[in-house]
């Protein structure tokens, strides 16, 4: 081989569609999956199994591109990897997407087919629900691989994750608490909750309980007055409103990138800690600019691990007391965090990150593979 082309080689490494991506995150393995009759348009992506079998949902969407189907799946399976190795797991991160509309384009074979895919990979992946995908999808799945997860109650499985999701939020929001106010006590504290959805629902009761003023929003009226009927003490907001309430706390319990420029203008809370994935438009820049401008961010992937603490018990035979005590742990791993960041001078995200990189090159060194 000649000289331009090994150089041509080497620099195609780094700009080639799939391996490039995979290689600029160190991803393991990607996996795509095509099956004409039944219309199934899939990618798999397994992006660290050092500590065990990677876990993470399928999520079916519309994507407008295969690129953009492919960015998703990898930048997700690679938070998965994060979020199950800071909550102290046994467990990878992987992710699946299906490429299509959930609300026509569903049928059973398309599902069945699917999970021959998640079993040909023999438990290096283990699927979950996640966005677009329902249990009639997930009993599809489940005739073809036993590879999983988050089953409901009847079926055997650990059910709806959101209530342990919420508390694990609550327990980090707690822990944030403490670091910003010198107390964990939330009574009279004003937290602005975004979202009034399974997670949201759940985190204004424990907020409620303890007597914090609870400003409540989502894009669905119902949903705000079903809660405000259970709650007569919470107020609600209107959708844009909530950047720009009197609160010391922003939930973010909705939507992703709600903490970019635009909304670091308008917050004016100390604390950031919601259940949202993804709450950082751009990890990198907002991480510093919550920093810089003072706000304690308690990183999305570490405070709303509940669920996958819950899913993870599910493996081990399910004990939901020994899921909430687990989820508990959130408050003690987020203080350390946050005490990392303070004494590094660097966001909470990243010092996040590190510790969640740093327990996988310890297992990793120690030859200690699954
Ligand atoms: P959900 O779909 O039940 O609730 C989301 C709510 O947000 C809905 O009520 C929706 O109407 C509302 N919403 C959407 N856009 C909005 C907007 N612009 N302003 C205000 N409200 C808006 O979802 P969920 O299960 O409660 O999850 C909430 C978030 O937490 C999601 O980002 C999810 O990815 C994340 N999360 C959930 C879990 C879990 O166990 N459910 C686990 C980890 C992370």
């Known amino acids: 081989m000649s000289e331009a082309m090994v150089n041509t080689t080497t620099k195609s490494a780094t700009t080639d569609l799939v391996l490039g991506r995979m290689e600029k995150h160190d991803h393991?393995?990607?996996?795509f999956c095509h099956d004409r009759s039944t219309g199934l348009k899939a990618i798999i992506a397994i992006h660290d199994t050092t500590l065990g079998p990677a876990l993470g949902g399928t999520r079916m969407w519309?994507?407008?591109?295969?690129?953009e189907a492919l960015n998703d799946v990898l930048r997700l399976s690679r938070g998965m990897t994060y979020k199950s190795s800071l909550a102290g797991l046994d467990l990878g991160g992987g992710k699946a997407v299906i490429i299509g509309d959930a609300r026509t384009q569903k049928t059973e074979a398309m599902f069945r087919r699917f999970g021959r895919f998640v079993d040909s990979l023999n438990g290096r992946y283990i699927t979950a629900e996640d966005v677009g995908m329902n249990i009639t999808e997930m009993v599809n799945v489940l005739k073809e691989t036993r590879y999983v997860a988050g089953l409901p109650?009847?079926?055997g499985g650990s059910g709806d994750p959101s209530p342990v999701t919420a508390y694990g939020v609550y327990c980090?929001?707690?822990?944030?608490?403490?670091v910003a106010y010198g107390t964990d006590d939330l009574k009279d504290r004003k937290v602005a909750?975004?979202?009034a959805g399974n997670v949201g629902k759940g985190l204004v009761a424990l907020l409620v309980k303890d007597g914090a003023t609870v400003l409540l929003t989502d894009i669905h009226d119902d949903k705000l007055a079903a809660i405000k009927a259970e709650f007569p003490s919470i107020t609600l907001v209107k959708p844009d409103a909530i950047y720009d309430v009197d609160m010391d706390i922003y939930s973010p319990c909705a939507l992703g990138a709600t903490v970019n420029d635009d909304t670091l203008k308008r917050l004016k809370c100390s604390v950031i800690a919601g259940a949202a994935n993804n709450q950082l438009a751009d990890e990198a820049v907002h991480g510093r600019a919550v920093m810089e401008k003072g706000i304690l961010y308690a990183p999305d992937f570490l405070i709303n691990a509940g669920?996958?603490?819950?899913?993870?018990w599910e493996r081990k035979g399910y004990n939901r007391k020994a899921a909430l005590r687990q989820t508990e742990g959130i408050y003690e791993t987020a203080l350390r965090i946050f005490k990392a960041s303070s004494e590094q001078g660097i966001p909470t995200y990243l010092a996040a990150n590190q510790a969640a990189e740093e327990r996988i090159n310890s297992i990793r060194a120690a030859g200690m593979r699954f």
């Open 307 to 312: 669920g996958i603490i819950n899913c993870a």
């Open 28 to 31: 393991e393995e990607v996996l």
């Open 62 to 67: 519309p994507y407008a591109s295969e690129v």
């Open 153 to 155: 109650e009847e079926m």
């Open 193 to 195: 909750v975004q979202g």
């Open 172 to 178: 980090g929001l707690k822990a944030a608490a403490k």
